[in-house]
């Protein structure tokens, strides 16, 4: 990157706190990696500090920053809030687009299946030899605008799985138990529940292991600070850089 690139800010949904700060610190680090010169920093939504107003409106290089939501499906709360948090700065800042849908995200999730012993995969190329679910939900944050962008990620996923996938968002329409029955309906008989979670969140993730377990579905951990998720971090940055200044607000 040149010496002069814009500062990244790791814009964190909700408010701090001490899982939340460990698992954006991470994520920073890791994609530090890909970006090397790049200033990358933490703004919490939730108005704790370091909140991204604050974070924006003190950086003093001139080049507008480009924000980078923590999120990994479209969510319009989230989105406005970034605006108007954005706006509340009183600086020019880029907004780049959520991490997903992408085949990153669907190649960071089956490797949380393998981890929780529900998908095999090749050590060199990850893609499946054995899976160990024949059906998949994929779960993820928002509403039905999220749901759909999970849809994509879970078609990514079927591919490398070879397994039917359904996908639920947290506040959308379809439940878990819905979408357990439509894999059932085609032959999957052991399912598992891969939630396409990032930033911790231990109300929603209690209910959504509870719902996976009435509807009789295992379950992966969330995404967290997987490295795929610093590499979309990544390259949601490059992306946004090379579209040009289109400030948000």
Same mark, same amino acid.
């Given at each position: 990157m040149p010496g002069n690139a814009p500062p990244l800010v790791l814009a964190v949904p909700g408010a701090s706190s001490p899982a939340a700060t460990a698992v954006a610190k991470e994520i920073a680090t890791l994609a530090r990696a890909s970006l090397s010169g790049v200033d990358i920093r933490i703004g919490f939504l939730?108005? $704790?500090? !370091? &909140? *991204? !107003?604050t974070v924006l409106s003190s950086d003093d290089r001139g080049s507008p920053a480009i924000v980078v939501p923590l999120v990994p499906d479209p969510d319009p709360r989230v989105e406005g809030a970034l605006r108007r948090a954005i706006a509340d700065a009183g600086v020019s800042a880029r907004l780049a687009p959520p991490l997903g849908p992408h +085949? *990153? *995200?669907?190649e960071a999730l089956h490797i949380r299946l393998s981890e929780a012993g529900l998908a095999r995969a $090749? /050590?060199?190329r990850l893609l499946a030899l054995i899976t160990a679910a024949d059906g998949i939900v994929v779960a993820t944050s928002g509403g039905e605008e999220a749901a759909k962008s999970a849809a994509v990620t879970g078609v990514l996923l079927a591919a490398r799985l070879? @397994? +039917?996938v359904a996908a639920v968002a947290l506040e959308g329409k379809r439940t878990i138990a819905e979408a357990a029955e439509q894999l /059932? &309906? @085609?032959g999957a008989r052991r399912l598992a529940l891969a939630p396409s979670l990032i930033m911790p969140n231990p109300e929603a993730e209690k209910q959504l292991v509870e719902a996976a377990e009435e509807a009789g579905c295992e379950h992966a951990e969330p995404l967290r600070a997987h490295p795929c998720v610093a590499q979309l971090v990544a390259v949601r940055y490059t992306e946004t850089l090379e579209e040009g200044d289109t +400030?948000?607000?």
């Open positions: 939730g108005g $704790d500090e !370091p &909140s *991204l !107003p +085949p *990153l *995200l669907a $090749d /050590r060199m070879a @397994v +039917p /059932r &309906s @085609v +400030p948000a607000g």
